[in-house]
């Protein structure tokens, strides 16, 4: 008679199956990567199938391996039950990793780990920054924070919020240089953005053919790298204006005519959704992003009423 599969077994493949990775699963629980293998045949065997199968850049779920996660989550589920702190509340544990674009990693997703270290001081959060499309296979990563809409098989996609990109200029810039009066007049000044060889998001791409007649000057895979090049006076810069807004030093240009919305999209597995300290950081994502929608729009008053009064007083030609 079978006696059905090891409960150790189970969790291992729940560790697997989040992170598409053997050697991050090993890593999370403290085993070497050949006894992971060993868990996961033994597994396979007990259940008389194929749990995963070998993708791009990782492992994914068989449908036999989705039904034997789920049974993991159970045993998981359970087991944490038990762990309360003094209030009676669940206690959370655990690695979440993060992926989003450098401006969204140091405004939004880094606050938001902060809030949750505050609230379960047991959960550690871990940010890559990357500028690309959403993976279709999430190896290693628990959440993706993505610009545009992406297009994802098994996965949720959640729509954060829209931001605005804008072009900006030092005021030393503008000083020396013709203040741009309409879109005709950019084809006089150059262009701070991505490098268009390498740029990996077809919205940011997109973005630059309302700037089609600039010339490129200073160009990065980075936006601070852009934020900083446009301060010190390279060109103008297209700008996510949430981050431009945060220095007095640069003055918005163009504002009724150059303005492009994107939005922010939250990408993660169902599996990793429902674990909870996953659904801790995804809430105070969400929490951080509602705090701050009005400034990544670019809705500053300020900051637009005093933009506005020093391009009508105008810039004077070198």
Not at 23 to 44: Q, V
Not at 72 to 94: F, S, T
């Amino acid at each position: 008679m079978n006696p059905g599969p090891n409960p150790d077994d189970l969790l291992v493949l729940l560790a697997v199956g989040r992170t598409g990775r053997f050697n991050t699963a090993a890593d999370d629980l403290g085993l070497n990567h050949t006894t992971i293998s060993r868990r996961i045949a033994g597994l396979e065997k007990s259940l008389g199938g194929r749990v995963l199968v070998r993708a791009s850049g990782g492992w994914e779920l068989t449908d036999l391996g989705r039904q034997a996660l789920m049974a993991a989550e159970r045993i998981e589920a359970a087991v944490n039950d038990l762990a309360l702190d003094p209030n009676g509340q669940h206690l959370l544990d655990g690695v979440v990793r993060v992926s989003a674009t450098d401006g969204f990693s140091a405004y939004i997703a880094a606050p938001a780990g902060a809030t949750v270290r505050k609230r379960h001081p047991r959960v550690s959060v871990e940010i890559v920054v990357a500028t690309r499309k959403a993976s279709q296979i999430r190896s290693g990563l628990d959440i993706e924070v993505v610009v545009g809409k992406p297009h994802v098989h098994r996965a949720e996609a959640i729509h954060l919020a829209d931001y605005a990109l804008g072009l900006y200029a030092s005021r030393e810039y503008l000083c020396q240089h013709t203040v741009p009066a309409s879109p005709a007049d950019l084809a006089d000044h150059s262009l701070v953005y991505f490098i268009d060889s390498m740029l990996q998001v077809d919205e940011l791409d997109l973005a630059r053919k309302l700037t089609v007649s600039m010339r490129e000057a200073v160009t990065s895979t980075n936006v601070f790298v852009h934020i900083e090049a446009t301060r010190a006076g390279a060109g103008i810069g297209l700008l996510p204006c949430f981050m431009a807004d945060r220095h007095e030093d640069l003055v918005r240009v163009l504002p009724a005519d150059i303005e492009v919305r994107l939005a922010y999209w939250l990408v993660a597995r169902p599996e990793s959704l429902r674990r909870r300290e996953v659904a801790a950081v995804v809430s105070a994502i969400r929490e951080t992003v509602d705090l701050k929608r009005i400034q990544l729009l670019g809705h500053n008053p300020g900051t637009e009423a005093e933009d506005t009064q020093f391009q009508n007083g105008g810039g004077s030609s070198p």
